[in-house]
């Protein structure tokens, strides 16, 4: 199941009606009383698989049930419908086709009920029938105060408190003092793969909760609950769209104050951009791009699929968060290795070489025939001095350049792997676990015994079957742990009050102000101003036709360069106007830019935009105007520190160019960087600003700085 459309929703579920004496989402969550509205006792019903779920765990609270065709149902009494409950009922589970939702929702509503589960699916994702139907169950939560759940769910499970409210049928697990995970997932059906995945693990569950249509409660007020919630350690979510961002991104934070890891899978990577995007930027920031940049700014961490979901969640759980220093890989063979270290670089995983102390200490531990190196090869020598893995451990572990310690160990078979997983563990034990150390298996499929995956776990080494699975999470959680934001001084634009497209001399003249670096130039309206400005300025220069209806002047034939004279000057604005007329028939030019012809350089897009759901960010990327072809760019959230930004640009595909590539000049990369903290500092200063689109920027040599040809803004209006 998944979500559908964003619809109306109602008042915030931490802060409903309620009875006038427990929270409003505490009555779903929590529930002291449970009604079952289409109870039944036949098999595979929905109904009576909630029955039999509550049964299970025993919950001790009061169970109502309602049929119109059954006076009993399993010893218990059922009462012909909704206006038969009794008063102020807790959470009612609506176990009834989708035409009958309506209604019932109503009826509860006037039975002052707290909460409301809603499997039925056929509303806001069925035609307008069902989202009119859908708009209205919002409606009715935002006046009483009710928590709705769904539609289109399959319910929750509260481990913590005893409460399965699903039909899927659910067994009874303890939470340890030591808590457990919370799942939060638009997807029921993810909700339920995932906590399979999880449970096999043997990482203890708080609570599963799958949102579905989000009519009146969605993601982030389960979040909210989990951060707050004591018996919660980690969050896992999977989520296809966030229906209030920044409510969400306040929560992440939180969530990150207060250590709790928040891991995230988004389905739609490949989602098209904005159909409306006006510029360059805006058509190259897409909606998936947009919200991983914002969400990793907020400290979660990002999956690229269910399996590193539950990789990520597993290390995060066991191990706390990953701290600071490259990777240690401890292997037995030379092959794995190489393969190692060429995956640490396509991922972006650092394997620093062993610091000298640490050297010296395993130099003196191992055989003269076993180098010392990052990655290293312990080789079969462990088969015959299984303490050589203590003696290695030891030194890595005391290596402060090193954040966290992989194992890619070969398992084989039972006999092999008694004679490694007992030495392992030992040392483990022994030397005691004060960073990240997970064990990979290099042969997945290897038959391993149970009990020696517990006692690992048992230290708080997370199991892996695969060593690219262990190398991938690794990677995302310290991506995660690497982000956050930097305060800086708002900057102000004194912004037409019409808003709209504001051509480029215009947008150059006020952005000019805030330190962003353009090329000497003067507006001209007529081809004797033209002149003037070019004798001033000095040939060759540049001509491009200036109107806020053409916001992409090349396509038209605006753009004139390297004119050399005045005749050629007279001979260009004659050809452009009569090329923009011809582009654009009936369009009258404001006038035209003059501006001095600068260097050849390399060629960025720079652009910002302020999302009006997400906020603020920043797009950086090579190719100029090739730059939608390209499409070598990254989103930076505004705000981002120096040495973030500086890493990011290097993490583009080309980036190598930036620090000189086969004997050309290393770039001015601290320009660049000048140029987007600029950037963000005026979208923080003027929200009324959609977008800016510097495009092409081009940058020169180290010490030499930066030239944004040309700018673009895009304005609400005041």
Sequence with gaps: MTASGPEPRGASAQTGGGDGRRPALARLLAPRSIAIVGASDKPGALGASVLANLERFGFPGEIHLVNPKRDRIGGRACVPGVADLPLGIDAAVLAIPGPAVLDAVRALAERGAGAAVIFAAGFAEGGEEGRAAQVEIARIARETGMVIEG????GLTNYAAGVPLTFVASAPQAVPESGGVGIVSQSGAMAVVLGTMLSAKGL??????????????????????????????????????????????AAAE?????????????????????????THTGAMAGDWALMRAKVEQAGLVVADGLEMLADCVDIAFRCGPVPAGGTAVLTE??????????????????????????????????????PVSNPLDLTAQTLVDPDLYRRALAAILADPGFGSVVLGIIQTDPETAAQKFSPITAALRGLGVGKPVLFAGLDEGAAVPPDYVADLRALGVPYFPAPDRAFRALAALRRGAETGAEAADPIALALPAAGGMIPEHRAKALLAPAGLPFPPGAFAASVAEAEAAAARLGYPVALKAQAAALPHKSDAGGVALGIADAAALERAWGAMHEAVARHVPGLVLDG???????????????????????????????????????????LLPAGLSRTAIAAELRALRAGALLDGWRGSPALDVEAVVDLVVVLGRVLAGTPAIREIDLNPVVVHPAGDGVVALDALILADPA
């Design 592 to 634: 035209v830019l003059v501006e001095a012809m600068g260097r050849r350089g390399t060629e960025l897009i720079v652009g910002a935009r302020n999302d009006p759901d997400w906020g603020a960010v920043i797009l950086v990327g090579f190719g100029g105007v090739q730059a939608e072809i390209l499409k070598d760019v990254r």
């Design 204 to 249: 203890p569950l708080t609570l599963s909760v799958s949102t579905g249509n989000e009519a009146a409660s969605g993601v982030e007020d389960y979040v909210e609950h989990l951060v707050d919630d004591p018996a919660t350690r980690v969050i896992a979510m999977v989520v296809e769209q966030f229906r209030a961002p920044r409510r969400f991104l």
């Design 151 to 154: 539609p289109n769910c399959l």
């Design 333 to 370: 063979s030379g092959a794995f290795k190489a393969l190692a270290l060429d995956l640490a670089e396509a991922i972006g995983l650092d394997l620093p070489a062993v610091g000298p102390e640490a050297a010296a200490t395993l130099r003196a531990a191992m055989p003269d025939f076993i």
């Design 254 to 278: 939180r969530a990150r104050a207060a250590g709790k890891p928040v891991v995230l899978l988004h389905p739609g990577r490949s989602s098209a951009a904005r159909d409306s995007a006006a």
